[in-house]
């Protein structure tokens, strides 16, 4: 019964001793499996080593465009002062034209026919009247030339140039001399329309002349190139050259003996008046 007893006791004690071993085992192995993750749960991810922030790169400034020099706004050109001279109703007639004045570009005239050619249709009717009064008297004249456009003027100024240049005048001073005879295209009284060249019908009447130096006042005529009055005018004296002004100023320039410009000048002063 004893011996029963023993082997019973032996067996269970085996059985307690496996169990315990086993009871160990498994508790060993759940100390160091790692732990299960259940459905709905999320096996958190493994912190990784931190990576180093680089360093931003150091922001330029945006180039700057130049900046264009400051240009300076011209001044305005000045207008030309207004002549008192040509703002009076005889204005038209006492228009200065030569080589230092020409005539604007647009400049026009209107004209009327004349024994000779033609000339300024508010003069005409003075021109006709003095050469028919001078033929009456046994002094005829004729109109060699009245009014001449600026390409004809233009021509003749350049043929008198070339003239002069083949005579042996060096180019400049043949261009000045040949303007004192023969202005450049709009720089003539015959493209104003109010010079005449005038010279005896017969070519040789010396009579003609003087009755034309006389009584060219009466008819709104001066000479216009004298000797006296080279310096002002800058013309070479022509004793053939007549220009209309208006019986007013013909008749004071002749008494006064002075020239259009002095005149023009005088007439100023006093605004026109």
Not at 170 to 191: F, I, Q, V
Not at 248 to 264: F, N
């Amino acid at each position: 019964m004893k011996r029963n007893s023993r082997a019973i006791g032996s067996v269970v004690m085996a059985v307690l001793a496996v169990a315990a071993a086993w009871t160990l085992r498994t508790g060993l192995d759940l100390w160091t499996a790692p732990p299960s993750v259940t459905e709905g749960e999320t096996r958190p991810a493994s912190t990784a080593a931190p990576t180093a922030t680089p360093r931003p790169a150091p922001v330029q400034a945006p180039p700057q465009q130049p900046v264009p020099a400051a240009t300076a706004t011209p001044a305005p050109s000045p207008s030309p002062t207004p002549d008192p001279v040509d703002e009076t109703p005889e204005g038209w007639m006492l228009r200065l034209v030569k080589p230092d004045c020409p005539l604007p570009e647009d400049f026009t005239v209107e004209l009327a026919k004349v024994a000779g050619g033609q000339f300024d249709a508010r003069a005409a009717g003075e021109l006709e009247r003095m050469l028919a009064d001078a033929k009456a008297a046994g002094c005829e004249l004729r109109l060699v030339c009245g009014y001449r456009d600026t390409a004809r003027q233009q021509n003749l100024y350049e043929q008198k140039k070339r003239q002069l240049e083949a005579a042996g005048m060096a180019p400049a001073r043949a261009a000045d001399e040949a303007a004192r005879w023969t202005p450049p295209g709009g720089c003539s009284e015959h493209n104003l329309g109010l010079g005449a060249d005038l010279l005896p019908a017969d070519g040789i009447n010396a009579e003609a002349l003087a009755w034309l130096e006389a009584h060219a006042a009466e008819y709104g005529f001066i000479r216009r190139y004298t000797e006296e009055c080279e310096k002002e005018t800058g013309m070479a004296p022509m004793s053939w050259h007549y220009r209309y002004v208006g019986h007013t100023a013909a008749a004071r320039i002749t008494e006064q003996g002075v020239c259009l410009e002095e005149y023009r000048e005088d007439l100023g002063q006093y605004g026109g008046r």
